[in-house]
């Protein structure tokens, strides 16, 4: 009896959870509506079966359960009843199947209208490229990916020279225009979801796939990785922006296309140099750093990494943080660089100074800081000399004071909150293994040591 | 069919008889002492693989408190307690361990066709975990490159264990394909070759023909990991191209060129897929034979039965696209493996819906096996039906890749094969010892375990509704998930380390009752098959004494009108029959069949 019971209270319990628990799906972003129909549908057809099946049960034990003196029926088969439930289930498997290869045929079928976009996953990052205004995405290849050609672009191809490159992962799209998405992976499986466009698909080295959606509400939507893609994969996180066309335009415009990455003149080092005097005052003249004036030593840096740092600093991804009044420090300073030309000047001016031996302040337990730094190695490599490709900067050399804060500002979301900052949300979302400061003194100490 | 009577034969029995100590327990040769050794060692790896997923708890539902918890500890964690449980834990104790126990005593046969064939799997089974768990002490650590071990990351930096973990994993994949074949191979032999007089293919127990149809299909999608496993280790040690095509990889460009990691995907899951059922099937005899008893009732729809465990092995192989129908492989596939997918759906249910009929108009006793019975009745509704929405490839969709696939395969490839085996336990287990397990202990653990893992997985299907992905080491800020979905999480963990423990109950059970527990005699369930017909209990080397059985009729004559108890055993002759005094009594199947 305790048993017919207890199969009740599972029933019932599931019935409650289903309608009374606060996740069903986030609300639709795209015109997949008839997916989320297959779904329901096979809820309701399914949710019958499943309390026609377990009431049965539950009777069945009730009534037929043992007592004194009963005797069970002899009956070994019964072809009638067998043909009525195999027609029965197959009237149900094809209610279900029926509209779902419907839907199928949709999502596989993109329609001529639709604008394509390409999506390039990395270890663990998204980048996009639009076609221009020829439609057409230019050729790839592995081979030619540097820091300055990311894509891997081809040079010498005319249709690429109009792309136009997005390497942040941040993808901005217009209301009502139908995409297909054409995905590519640098290296290794990853898989582009976005939970409000409901279609997903993976992104395959050596392989082209597609998916095509018509994104139909405006706002900031999450892009996931969903196909695990090594130790950073809960990490590997971007951006979609559903937005009107002017607003998408404006967006777009401030993007380079490849034509334009290529004829990027070189950065003047001169031009830099007299630019870094205003730095100089609390970096030091050297770029060595001054740890009373909170000023870290910068040699040592990846030219791109300072770029990017003072990029944030000037449009106030970095340093706004009510916490962070050293960041604070640093933001007007930034916006003395009149353009990104003036950025790049000075980034390469700091890149080409000799680098120096910093001070070691802070000691911990360097086995375990070596332990920890397993994780950090994959981004930032094992000797901590950076890796471009991860967009990790390096750690080797530099003040150990100013890594142990930064660690300290991502881990309490001082530094890489802002929405925009995508690049420090991964070391927000990485630095939450460290649960305590001997954790951040042990891994710096460990990284003192490279 | 042809009868091999060999073993018939007085001289032949000697054959059987263990010297030594170490003949006997150690190096034996007996399918009994090796059905035992196959399932201990299953346990135990099967305890460190429930430890994993203790440890993969821990940082699921708190996050920010465990440091000894990594990103490279936790996909370590999540790949090795994937792959123990499929692998270590459910195919060896299914096949190995009831495999080996009830084939020869269900078709009444001394042993095994090939005892020693049968004892060296054992040993290569235990050197297959040896490597597997050696892996754990080398310097890198384990592969953390999920349990599918996809390439291209599973041997590139950026994946834990990428050069020595995975090395370790596939050869003691190997390792254990190795052994299967040869219990594999032996089983097939067996049930083929050795059944005892008068036991027809259609007579025997419906355990026997699920661990033989998954045997089967294990012996053909075995070899398909076999030759991927190599071709993995290959593009892994000799930079070999099969499933690695040109990437860039911490910012330069590998030596790779050319291999298709989708051919690695369906090559897994042409493995992968049978795999399901390689641990169904059995599961799905085992269920069929313990309702019956229980209910003192015949199983409903036998030949049914046995013809919906025939297609549901042969559509079994025509199904693994619908593991990818996310990857990016040809979109048109996903017609023709929706389709073939809900199919299998069909005989699946009929064989639901027949347990569900045995034990209507039947006479249920409420044992602890039954109990395991219907709690794996109700398990596996829950669990079949969430199938029906990942298996309809625009369902799939939005839920691939999410706690929703979590949720489905735990409740219907862990959850429900694990009661199975409760079950069994406590159903075989007075005919393994001689005693009986506490009754009292049993109703607690099944209750506790029950209801626990219900509260474990039930969530996790609505968690991965609202898009929680899974292989997440921590879900961080996003807009879509709200802080109940991360409670919920802690929820679950809590339920998570409480059926840990209430397993405890179950193997204090298992250690207490093997000397304190009631003697059981030799049939204390009143069944019919012939393990609870040996002379002696626990049977000796040998099973059967000077004679083997002769079986008269169906393993499923219980309540047969007229007879005067209600169940008959398979070895009893329609003459021998006790009949109540002018009754009707016709026989049984056994005069019909």
């Known amino acids: 009896m305790g048993i017919a019971v207890g199969i009740l209270v599972l029933v019932v319990i599931t019935v409650l959870f289903h309608f009374l628990s606060p996740w069903w799906f986030t609300p639709l972003a795209a015109d997949w509506a008839s997916i989320d129909l297959t779904v329901d549908i096979t809820f309701w057809v399914t949710g019958v079966v499943f309390i026609a099946l377990n009431g049965f049960l539950i009777w069945v034990i009730i009534r037929y359960r043992h007592r004194q003196g009963q005797k069970a029926h002899y009956e070994p088969e019964s072809k009638k009843l067998e043909w009525w439930l195999t027609i029965v289930t197959s009237v149900g498997v094809i209610a279900m199947l029926a509209p779902g290869l419907w839907v199928w045929a949709r999502i596989i079928e993109v329609p001529d209208d639709a604008a394509v976009v390409e999506v390039v996953g990395q270890q663990w990052h998204w980048s996009f490229r639009f076609p221009g205004e020829d439609g057409v995405l230019g050729q790839v290849d592995i081979g030619l990916m540097t820091v300055d050609n990311p894509l891997g672009l081809k040079p010498d191809d005319p249709a690429g020279q109009d792309d136009i490159l997005i390497t942040n992962p941040e993808l901005h799209l217009t209301i009502n225009q139908p995409y297909k998405f054409v995905l590519r992976s640098k290296d290794v499986l990853h898989n582009f979801t976005v939970p409000q466009f409901r279609v997903k698909m993976d992104l395959i080295p050596g392989m082209v796939p597609y998916v095509w959606l018509k994104p139909t509400r405006p706002g900031r939507f999450d892009i996931m990785c969903e196909e695990l893609c090594g130790i950073a994969h809960f990490a590997m996180r971007g951006v979609v922006v559903v937005e009107e066309k002017a607003a998408f335009e404006d967006w777009l415009a401030g993007y380079p296309t490849f034509a334009e990455v290529l004829a990027r003149p070189t950065p003047t080092l001169a031009a830099g140099k007299a630019s870094y005097a205003v730095c100089s005052a609390c970096h030091g003249a050297s770029g060595e750093g001054n740890e009373m004036l909170n000023a870290p030593k910068l040699t040592g840096l990846q030219p791109w990494y300072l770029e990017r740092q003072l990029m944030n600093f000037k449009h106030g991804l970095r340093g706004g943080d009510p916490g962070d009044a050293f960041g604070a420090q640093m933001a007007p300073m930034a916006a003395v660089l009149a353009d990104d030309a003036a950025i790049a000047n000075v980034a390469a001016y700091i890149a080409s100074l000799p680098d120096s031996e910093s001070r070691k302040t802070i000691s911990g337990d360097t086995a375990r800081g070596e332990k920890i730094y397993t994780t950090c190695l994959s981004c930032h490599g094992s000797g901590g000399q950076g890796i471009w490709s991860q967009n990790a900067p390096a750690l080797k050399g530099a003040d150990d004071w100013y890594l142990a804060r930064q660690l300290e500002n991502y881990r309490q979301g001082i530094r890489g909150a802002h929405p925009q900052d995508l690049y420090g949300k991964q070391m927000t979302l990485i630095s939450g293994m460290l649960r305590d400061e001997q954790a951040i003194r042990d891994v710096v100490a460990y990284i003192n040591t490279l | ?593």
């Open chain 2, 1 to 593: 069919m042809a009868y091999v009577a060999l073993a018939d034969r007085d001289h032949e029995q000697h054959l059987h008889d263990p010297q030594t100590f170490v003949t006997k327990y150690i190096w034996s040769q007996d399918h009994k002492v090796i059905a035992i050794q196959y399932s201990l060692t299953a346990i135990a790896v099967g305890l460190v693989a429930l430890g994993l997923s203790l440890i993969m708890r821990l940082q699921l539902g708190f996050p920010d408190t465990f440091s000894f918890i990594s990103p490279d500890e936790y996909y370590q964690a999540i790949t090795m307690h994937g792959m123990i449980m499929v692998i270590y834990l459910l195919t060896a104790l299914l096949l190995g361990g009831f495999g080996n126990y009830l084939i020869p005593l269900m078709c009444g046969a001394r042993d095994m066709v090939f005892p020693f064939m049968n004892m060296v799997s054992y040993w290569v089974y235990l050197l297959s975990v040896i490597v597997l768990c050696a892996s754990f002490f080398i310097s890198g650590g384990p592969t953390g490159a999920g349990w599918t071990l996809y390439p291209p990351q599973v041997i590139l930096p950026g994946t834990p264990g990428n050069n020595g973990g995975i090395v370790l994993m596939l050869l003691s994949l190997v390792l254990f394909i190795v052994a299967f074949t040869m219990g594999g191979l032996n089983y097939v032999t067996t049930v083929l070759q050795a059944r005892c007089r008068g036991m027809t293919l259609m007579r025997m127990p419906l355990s026997v023909w699920g661990i033989f149809v998954a045997t089967i299909l294990g012996l053909l999608a075995f070899p398909a990991l076999l030759v991927t496993g190599i071709m993995l280790l290959l593009d892994s040690v000799l930079g070999t191209s099969f499933f690695m095509p040109a990437l860039l990889s911490m910012g330069e460009v590998s030596e790779h060129s050319g291999g298709s990691p989708i051919l690695f995907q369906h090559l897994f899951w042409f493995f992968g897929h049978p795999e399901v059922y390689i641990v169904a099937l059995p599961a799905f005899g085992v269920i069929s034979d313990l309702v019956a008893v229980h209910a003192r009732k015949n199983i409903f729809g036998y030949r049914m039965m046995v013809w919906a465990i025939l297609a549901i092995g042969i559509i079994s192989f025509i199904v693994w696209a619908h593991h990818m129908y996310v990857s990016g492989m040809n979109p048109y596939f996903g017609f023709f493996f929706a389709t073939t997918t809900l199919i299998i759906a069909i005989p699946t249910a009929l064989k639901v819906y027949n347990w569900v009929l045995t034990l209507w108009r039947g006479d249920i006793h409420l044992t602890v096996p039954m109990l395991f019975v219907i709690g794996f009745i109700f398990t596996f509704i829950n669990g079949g039906i969430t199938g029906l929405f990942l298996g309809n490839v625009a369902v799939d969709m939005p839920l691939s890749d999410t706690y929703f696939v979590i949720g489905h395969f735990h409740m219907v490839m862990g959850v429900s094969p694990i009661l199975v085996i409760f079950g069994a336990i406590y159903h075989w287990y007075p005919k393994i010892t001689g005693r009986m397990l506490n009754d009292r202990l049993g109703r607690i653990h099944f209750w506790l375990t029950l209801f626990g893992t219900y509260a474990i997985y039930l969530p996790m299907h609505y968690l991965g509704i609202l898009g929680l992905p899974r292989r997440y080491y921590a879900m961080g800020d996003t807009s879509f998930i709200p802080d109940s979905a991360q409670a919920m999480n802690a929820g679950i963990s809590i339920a998570a380390f409480f059926v840990a423990a209430v397993q405890l109950i179950f193997l204090f059970n298992l250690f207490w009752s093997r000397t304190r527990g009631k003697p059981s005699g030799g049939n204390p369930w009143k069944a019919t098959t012939l393990e609870w017909q040996t002379p002696q209990t626990p049977p000796v080397h040998g099973n059967w004494g000077p004679d083997l059985p002769v079986v008269y009729r169906w393993a499923y004559d219980f309540s047969v009108p007229g007879a005067s108890q209600d169940y008959i055993p398979q070895t009893m002759a329609p003459e021998d029959v006790p009949t109540d005094p002018g009754s009707s009594y016709d026989g049984g199947e056994g005069e019909h069949s």
